[in-house]
């Protein structure tokens, strides 16, 4: 099977942010979809290794901010190659509040929506949250931004000068001629099968 396959699937990129004992976090997901419109809700499916998905378990809220084709490659190293178990991700980073108390972020982004779950459903490595929409608001006429724009437009490019097998998603790169099938990539948390050899 060609892998590739899944990265002409149409997702868009989002700033997912909780707050669970006072402490505010965030990281890149690209699993948001509206499932229904009356009533109002959406999914979200989270990694279960992110430490925001252990405040969405705990908390039963977060927020989604929809980044646009203006955001830079900053914003996603700043959320998803570093973890808020490590770092304080809001600590100088520009953010405003909705009506839930939870961060969301204007810079590169051109709306946000808040979600309350209703449900979660275990898949494994990840868990799928359905939540109702209870707060957004749209504030740039910008479009948003695609995974694919974001490989072609964004992500910068590896380090021509390296050696080894650099992760599709995220741009690590593994060192080394053989890369163990079982690797999980430390920044995206995505398996082997979404590395190629530089």
């Known amino acids: ?6 990265f002409k699937i149409s997702y ?6 909780a707050k669970d004992d006072g402490k505010l976090n ?3 997901v690209n699993t948001l979809q509206q499932v229904t419109t009356s009533p109002n809700r959406i999914s979200i499916t989270v990694n279960k290794d992110n430490f925001t998905h252990d405040m969405i ?10 980044l646009s084709e203006k955001v830079k490659f900053n914003t996603f190293k700043h959320f998803g190659f570093q973890s808020g178990r490590d770092v304080d991700k809001f600590a100088d980073f520009p953010m405003e509040k909705s009506e839930n ?3 969301y972020i204007t ?9 309350k779950v209703i449900s979660k459903t275990d898949l494994g490595t990840h868990t799928m949250f ?4 209870v707060d957004g608001k749209v504030f740039a006429e910008d479009n948003s931004v695609t995974y694919d724009y974001y490989h072609k437009n964004i992500k910068e490019a590896p380090n021509s000068k390296s050696k080894g097998w650099v992760c599709k998603i995220c741009g690590y790169v593994y060192e080394g001629d053989d ?5 999980i990539c430390p920044l995206c948390k995505h398996g082997a099968a979404d590395f190629e050899k530089l």
Do not use: K, R, W
């Open 1 to 6: 099977m060609d892998n590739n396959v899944m």
């Open 12 to 17: 868009g990129l989002y700033v997912l942010t």
């Open 26 to 28: 965030g990281c890149i």
């Open 57 to 66: 378990v705990a908390s039963g809220e977060f927020n989604v901010s929809i």
């Open 101 to 103: 108390d939870l961060p």
């Open 107 to 115: 810079h590169g982004s051109n709306g946000f929506i808040s979600g």
């Open 130 to 133: 359905i939540a109702d929409v």
């Open 179 to 183: 890369l163990p099938p079982d690797f």
